[in-house]
């Protein structure tokens, strides 16, 4: 019994052996394919979506909707120019915003039992290749879908909150 296993075991490691290695037309798909699936997963993480407002009108009107809602502002960083500095003379407009509702992180520390980690409270508004401004942030809708009890209604009312901040500045 053990030299039939053995004998198979032989058989099956020789034939793994033969396979030819992929083409580079199949290492070409399985590299496309796995981005395609990393695409998926950021576009499950974040919220990417166009503005209806130019884009200096976007970083105003978002920073303007915040100072409304009370929210905790912080600086504005134009990446356009810090590639720039870096040497990258062909980047696009690029402002990330610093915003949050007030004591939102803290909620979602306390909600969690102190195991999640307080939010990356940011918008970054950019300009895509096709010219459109866009606004891309944490989609906290996801993510409350993917909790539980107390630390899902706090993501879900903070995702409430960014909503109506948003509300007329995207498309």
Not at 73 to 102: F, R, S, Y
Not at 122 to 127: I, N
Request: overall charge positive; hydrophobic content about 45%; charged content about 20%.
């Amino acid at each position: 019994m053990k030299k039939i296993a053995l004998l198979l075991l032989a058989c099956c490691s020789l034939s793994a052996l033969a396979e030819a290695p992929p083409s580079k037309e199949q290492m070409l798909k399985m590299q496309q394919a796995m981005l395609a699936q990393q695409m998926q997963m950021m576009a499950t993480v974040y919220d990417l979506r166009k503005s209806s407002l130019g884009f200096e009108e976007t970083v105003a009107a978002i920073r303007g909707g915040a100072q409304k809602r009370a929210w905790k502002l912080g600086e504005v960083v134009d990446m356009q120019a810090e590639m720039n500095k870096a040497g990258n003379k062909a980047a696009l407009p690029m402002k990330v915003i610093h915003l949050c509702p007030v004591g939102a992180s803290e909620l979602v520390v306390r909600a969690s039992g102190g195991k999640a980690p307080p939010l990356p409270c940011r918008a970054t508004v950019f300009v895509g290749a096709d010219g459109k401004v866009n606004v891309v942030r944490l989609n906290l809708h996801t993510l409350a879908h993917s909790m539980q009890g107390d630390l899902a209604r706090v993501l879900s009312a903070i995702a409430n909150e960014e909503d109506a901040l948003y509300t007329g500045i995207l498309d």
